[in-house]
């Protein structure tokens, strides 16, 4: 069953996101009933193209890598997903995500820039040559993982773009399935996956335009072909599957800022000192790890404030959250 009520899941199972968009999937499955239906239907084939097996990627290691930390097991990294196109529970992207085809596969390019542009995603592949960076991932539910990304930062893709100097943000759109319109668990988020970065903050060396992990291309479920990953920030600020990159000049509207603005704000750095408002951001639970190290503080900035801190100089980092 695709709709379950509270009382059926196990509270192990129930993430405060979950929470929040099973109470709105509640409402609009009393009023359908067709969830079910719904559901298969919107999982079944999308359409003209493919899903290529995963590949092998090429990758140099990166002055930028994370030294020093556990690498969470591979399996964890892929059964163990946020990608609420395909479900809300933990293990539903790893099991529905297949039915994304993500070749061909192109990356709009549009907005405050000299000449819109499409990038075709095996040119983006071959733009830079493949990093492998270690980070740590931080999701804002308390839970982490460390993670041998493969891409390059998403500078040098901006740099291609030739942005305007009006433009101070940039905003990704992850793809929109239309056939996934028809998911019950649709009522609460609206399609497209909408995430922003302030120019400065996409322009840092940190910020990773992300193909693959583990060596080889991202599976489906981790976001294929190709996403954004933003070490500093809570793990929402990283958009998945996009297909869409818009230079603006005001500050763009995000989805978790959209549904919930009092629990998500724009910048969602990891800070273990703001918590939310329904729960503490002061520990995390490291997934995978053995059990005696499982729960571990937070750090600020998710211990990139060296290299990132002086992007906010003088901001009010409790009221800018
Ligand atoms: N398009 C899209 N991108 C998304 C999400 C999503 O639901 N849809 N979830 C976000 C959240 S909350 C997290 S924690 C990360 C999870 O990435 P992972 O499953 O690869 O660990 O993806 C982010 N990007
Ligand atoms: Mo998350």
């Keep these: 069953m695709l709709i379950r009520t509270k009382s059926d899941i196990p509270s192990s199972e129930i993430t405060p996101k979950q929470v929040y968009v099973n109470r709105r999937t509640f409402m ?7 969830a079910v239906a719904a ?3 919107a999982f079944g084939d999308t359409g003209k193209g493919s899903t290529p097996p995963l590949e092998k990627l090429a990758t140099i290691a990166s002055p930028l890598s994370t030294p020093g930390l556990t690498l969470t097991p591979y399996e964890d990294i892929t059964h163990y997903n946020n990608f609420y196109e395909f479900g809300v529970n933990k293990d539903d992207p790893a099991r529905n995500a297949h039915t994304l085809k993500t070749r061909p596969w192109t990356v709009k390019v549009e907005g405050l820039v000299s000449k819109p542009k499409t990038f075709d995603i095996d040119t983006l592949l071959k733009l830079r040559p493949m990093e492998e960076r270690v980070y740590r991932f931080r999701c804002v539910e308390a839970w982490s993982m460390v993670i041998p990304w493969a891409g390059y930062s998403l500078s040098e893709f901006i740099r291609q773009c030739d942005p305007l100097s009006t433009a101070k943000y940039v905003q990704f759109l992850s793809d ?11 009522a609460g988020i609206s399609w497209p996956y909408s995430e922003g970065l302030r120019m400065d903050e996409a322009m840092h060396p940190l910020t990773l335009l992300t193909f ?8 489906n479920q981790d976001g294929a072909p190709v996403r954004i990953v933003v070490p500093w920030k809570y793990g929402f600020k990283s958009p998945k599957s996009i297909v869409t990159v818009k230079f603006v000049r005001k500050q763009p509207m995000t989805t978790w800022n959209e549904m919930a603005p009092n629990e998500y704000g724009f910048y969602s750095n990891v800070n273990p000192n703001r918590d939310h408002p329904r729960w503490s951001q002061k520990r995390e639970r490291v997934i995978g790890a053995p059990i005696w190290r499982q729960l571990q503080p937070t750090l600020m900035f998710n211990g ?3 290299q990132v801190a002086s992007l906010y100089a003088g901001m009010n980092l409790l009221k800018y959250y």
């Design 176 to 186: 929109d399935n239309p056939k996934q319109e028809l998911l019950p668990w649709n």
């Design 28 to 34: 609009a499955a009393a009023v359908a009933g067709l």
């Design 304 to 306: 990139y404030g060296d």
């Design 39 to 41: 559901g298969k239907r």
């Design 212 to 219: 693959g992990l583990y060596g080889e291309t991202l599976p």
